[in-house]
């Protein structure tokens, strides 16, 4: 056995060795937040929800009067946008119109969006106590709010909104969390906004890019998409994760030593 073929015979074992701890490692990607520390990152804007155009309200007004009360809740069964509707919880509604106004009993036509709920609530408030409704108190509810998830997360689909605020974070986990196949360095929140479609991209492994995104507060009608990684994106060919497989370099690994064996022999 000459020494050229028994050092080949060390190459070989060592290269296969050195390949399948390789696809073992642990991928660097995986992990959140991998730049968190205790420093403060300031966060891009205050995030509350806001009304708009399109959106469903539950306006509820209560008075120690009930007659006062049954005057501003009224439930008139109206398609016309910006009138009140019953909703199927069998509460007043108003629909936002495209100029975002709505009608409301006794204070007529009103400018609504733009405006959050606790903010319509007090300027409601405000002009009913400064009339005869002296004790009103009133709540304002978001009927048909929500976002929607999808790709590699647990739970993908339509998520209510049900708070002034929801993050980015927030969001991810009502969805169950991305799954291990979902890329964090690459989470796309798809927004309309007034001059087209906008589409933010958040790295989930950077804390900064988070906190700093336009999208880390999500606003109705978000929708948010998980993209796959490239072993899911694997997945869609035949034998496509065969070279990434345990048992595939377990089989490299045999054969070169068989290989190997044979030389020394």
Same mark, same amino acid.
């Given at each position: 056995?000459?020494?050229?073929?028994?050092?080949?015979?060390?190459?070989?074992?060592?290269?296969?060795?050195?390949?399948?701890?390789?696809?073992?490692?642990?991928?660097?990607?995986?992990?959140?937040?991998?730049?968190?520390?205790?420093?403060?990152?300031?966060?891009? *804007?205050?995030?509350?929800?806001?009304?708009?155009?399109?959106?469903?309200?539950?306006?509820? %007004?209560?008075?120690?009067?009930?007659?006062?009360?049954?005057?501003?809740?009224?439930? %008139?069964?109206?398609?016309?946008?910006?009138?009140?509707?019953?909703?199927?919880?069998?509460?007043?509604?108003?629909?936002?119109? $495209?100029?975002?106004?709505?009608?409301?009993?006794?204070?007529?036509?009103?400018?609504?969006?733009?405006?959050?709920?606790?903010?319509?609530?007090?300027?409601?408030?405000?002009?009913?106590?400064?009339?005869?409704?002296?004790?009103?108190?009133?709540? %304002?509810?978001?009927?048909?709010?929500?976002?929607?998830?999808?790709?590699?997360?647990?739970?993908?689909?339509?998520?209510?909104?049900?708070?002034?605020?929801?993050?980015?974070?927030?969001?991810?986990?009502?969805?169950?969390?991305?799954?291990?196949?979902?890329?964090?360095?690459?989470?796309? %929140?798809?927004?309309?906004?007034?001059?087209?479609?906008?589409?933010?991209?958040?790295?989930?492994?950077?804390?900064?890019?988070?906190?700093?995104?336009?999208?880390?507060?999500?606003?109705?009608?978000?929708?948010?998409?998980?993209?796959?990684?490239?072993?899911?994106?694997?997945?869609?060919?035949?034998? *496509?994760?065969?070279?990434?497989?345990?048992?595939?370099?377990?089989?490299?690994?045999?054969?070169?030593?068989?290989?190997?064996?044979?030389?020394? $022999?």
């Amino acid at each position: 056995m000459t020494i050229r073929f028994k050092r080949l015979a060390r190459t070989l074992i060592c290269a296969a060795g050195f390949l399948f701890v390789a696809s073992c490692s642990t991928p660097k990607d995986v992990t959140y937040f991998q730049d968190a520390s205790e420093t403060v990152v300031p966060l891009a *804007g205050e995030g509350h929800i806001k009304i708009e155009p399109g959106d469903r309200l539950s306006i509820i %007004v209560k008075s120690k009067d009930p007659a006062l009360s049954e005057l501003y809740n009224l439930t %008139v069964n109206t398609n016309r946008l910006g009138m009140a509707s019953v909703s199927p919880e069998g509460m007043s509604s108003y629909i936002v119109g $495209k100029d975002g106004m709505i009608d409301f009993p006794v204070l007529g036509s009103m400018k609504v969006a733009g405006m959050t709920r606790s903010e319509l609530a007090g300027f409601i408030t405000g002009e009913l106590r400064a009339g005869h409704v002296r004790d009103a108190v009133v709540s %304002v509810e978001l009927l048909n709010a929500s976002f929607s998830v999808m790709g590699e997360v647990k739970q993908p689909g339509r998520i209510p909104i049900d708070k002034e605020r929801i993050t980015i974070l927030e969001a991810l986990s009502l969805a169950g969390d991305l799954d291990i196949q979902g890329r964090r360095d690459n989470v796309s %929140v798809i927004r309309q906004e007034e001059d087209g479609v906008h589409t933010y991209r958040i790295d989930l492994t950077n804390m900064r890019d988070v906190a700093q995104s336009p999208a880390y507060y999500i606003k109705q009608d978000d929708v948010i998409y998980v993209e796959p990684n490239d072993v899911k994106k694997r997945q869609t060919t035949v034998n *496509g994760n065969n070279v990434l497989s345990w048992g595939f370099w377990v089989s490299v690994a045999s054969l070169l030593t068989s290989i190997a064996v044979l030389i020394v $022999k």
